[in-house]
């Protein structure tokens, strides 16, 4: 199976800085990456697929790169609504793995 | 899109649950479709997906050979049949919308049904 590992599992940041997450696959999944954010009490909501693309309404503050086996989610100038966990998930493989997931707190 | 879980409570270990997902808004005869559950304060963990046909279903280790992924194309219905249930099984399940038929990520999710598994 595909292991994801996020870094790092707890961020401190202050609304308008910029933020990047990184998410590591235990072997090469090409693009095949979706990142996630999650509040307290609901669901999980889709940001990113295939690395890079942002999914419909959001904001363009969010952004993904990278390709193969490491990959970076950044936020360029959080936002009080950006306070939550975020998940990166790849689906390389018919079976998916969701990384540990990364807490992002007020400072 | 809608889909909204069902069949969540409290339940013995080694006894069994049916949850179920109904899909509203969208042509659930189209779409791969997920289970994915997360303990209360803990990440997520991917559980199964059905391809959109019902033709291939595939499992994480964990539950493999106890949970059971099925779907009614007919009704716009999700199901998860989870037996020999375990006290590590306690989380909250979604079910998730597959991007495409078969397996990819998920795009639109229920809002969770809670099992607990407790003597």
Redesign the interface.
Known sequence: ?IQMTQSPSTLSASVGDRVTITCRASQSISS?L?W?Q?KPGK????LI?KASTL?SGVPSRFSGSGSGTEFTLTISSLQPDDFATY?C?Q?N?????????TKLEIK | VQLVESGGGVVQPGRSLRLSCAASGLTFSSYGM?W?RQVPGK????VA?IWYDGS?K????SVKGRFTISRDNSKNTLHLQMNSLRAEDTAVY?CGRD?GS??????Y????TLVTVSS
């Open positions: 199976d095949w979706a996630y999650q669901a999980p909501k889709l697929y999914d998940y998930q689906y493989s018919y079976s998916v793995t969701f990384g540990q997931g | 997920h994915v990440g997520l963990e991917w997906v291939n595939y499992y994480a280790d979604y991007s078969m397996t990819t990520y998920v795009d999710w229920g809002q969770g």
